[in-house]
């Protein structure tokens, strides 16, 4: 089991841009795939980008529409999301976690951290 603590949540105009990060308590293994989910308010849980430790397999979620870049720091053991061009609908709560599944069904294989707000006025 991994721990994943997200930070970098703010408020931001629409049309900003943000970056979160993502520290893992121990080195994960560079095959697993590591990634982003996030939860708009009223919704379910949503899968948003992930990629495997090694930097390889770069998934998007479509909504992310070339705005949204995941990348990662092995030295740090951080990922990151840098988010452009926020609009309202991309106010949530963003999470990071280890990442299983097939698409469109990926889900997180630990338990869910406290995640990162992100609100996006208009």
């Known amino acids: 089991q991994v721990q994943l603590v997200e930070s970098g949540g703010g408020l931001v105009q629409a049309g900003g841009s943000l970056r979160l990060s993502c520290v893992a308590s121990?080195?994960?293994?560079?095959?697993?795939?590591v990634g982003w989910f996030r939860q708009c308010p009223g919704k379910e849980r949503e899968f948003v980008a992930s990629?495997?430790?090694?930097?390889?397999?770069?998934t998007y979620a479509d909504f992310v529409k070339g705005r949204f870049t995941i990348s990662r720091d092995n030295a740090k053991n951080t990922l990151y999301l840098q988010m452009n061009s926020l609009q309202p609908e991309d106010t949530a709560v963003y999470y990071c976690?280890?990442?299983?599944?097939?698409?469109?069904?990926?889900?997180?294989?630990?338990?869910w951290g406290q995640g990162t707000l992100v609100t996006v006025s208009s």
């Open positions: 121990v080195r994960v293994v560079s095959s697993d795939p």
């Open positions: 990629m495997t430790w090694s930097g390889r397999g770069i």
């Open positions: 976690n280890r990442v299983n599944g097939l698409a469109p069904n990926y889900y997180g294989m630990d338990p």
